[in-house]
């Protein structure tokens, strides 16, 4: 069983930054494929980065040289870097993680971009 517990979330004005951390339980974090979803009231939820164990990353083209996600396996963390933020990046957010073919989320973590 594996739980992911998000933080970091709030509001803030269009232009600034924020980061997100997730802590990851369970023993297999090392080898789990992670990453951040994000979803708007009246919307799908999206993928907004992913990071697989050999290194890759996938961003979505909406947040690509905006957001930075990066992981700690040491301490079993995924982090997400969110500069230049903008009104359209308000959604809450969700850790995810894929591990031996079963999907984990966390709860989510609101992020208001608003002046």
């Known amino acids: 069983q594996v739980q992911l517990v998000e933080s970091g979330g709030g509001l803030v004005q269009p232009g600034g930054s924020l980061r997100l951390s997730c802590a990851a339980s369970g023993s297999l974090f090392s080898i789990a494929y992670v990453g951040w979803y994000r979803q708007s009231p009246g919307k799908q939820r999206e993928s907004v980065a992913l990071l697989t164990t050999g290194g890759r990353i996938n961003y979505a083209d909406s947040v690509k040289g905006r957001f930075t996600i990066s992981r700690d396996n040491a301490k079993k963390t995924v982090n997400l870097q969110m500069n230049s933020l903008k009104p359209e990046d308000t959604a809450v957010y969700y850790c995810?993680?894929?591990?031996?073919?079963?999907?984990?989320w966390g709860q989510g973590t609101q992020v208001t971009v608003s002046s």
């Open positions: 995810y993680s894929r591990i031996m073919g079963t999907d984990y």
